[in-house]
């Protein structure tokens, strides 16, 4: 457990692809709005994958790390594949166990990252309920 606890310190203080990508293809940011914590994700989609991402974001170590370790994770991923991921997917990505109070720090990536590729696909962004909720 220590070890998965050390890791997500490390992408908080060494957040993976943090920044600005040039050229995105898309851009979305959310907000939780009970705690504040904030996410920007840009990504480059070409042929339907991920080609590249970037992100910016404020908030909590498990907001930040989960959104560090979660573009780690997507780098050649289809917008289908992509599209699938489900919290526990977050869950198990992170290896910590995250109490009800911080369960949505941790999704917000998840969230963030549904409401990008629907952006894409141009269709309707969705509130918190539908993207992640629902799954939960």
Do not use: F
């Not at 991923?77 to 198990?92: E, G, H, V, Y």
């Not at 999704?107 to 963030?112: D, I, M, R, Y």
Request: aromatic share 4%; charged share 25%.
């Amino acid at each position: 457990m220590d070890l998965y606890a050390e890791n997500v310190l490390d992408h908080y203080k060494h957040p993976r692809n943090a920044g600005v990508l040039k050229k995105a293809t898309v851009t979305h940011r959310e907000e939780n709005l009970s705690c504040g914590d904030d996410l920007t994700i840009e990504l480059r989609i070409t042929d339907g994958k991920i080609a590249d991402i970037r992100w910016q974001g404020t908030g909590c170590a498990i907001s930040q790390a989960a959104m560090s370790m979660l573009s780690e994770e997507l780098a050649g991923k289809t917008t289908d594949q992509t599209a699938a991921l489900t919290p526990d997917d977050i869950r198990r990505m992170l290896g910590v166990p995250v109490g009800p109070r911080r369960i949505k720090c941790a999704l917000l990536c998840l969230h963030t990252l549904k409401n990008a590729i629907r952006k894409w696909q141009k269709k309707p962004v969705q509130d918190w309920i539908q993207t992640v909720e629902v799954e939960n």
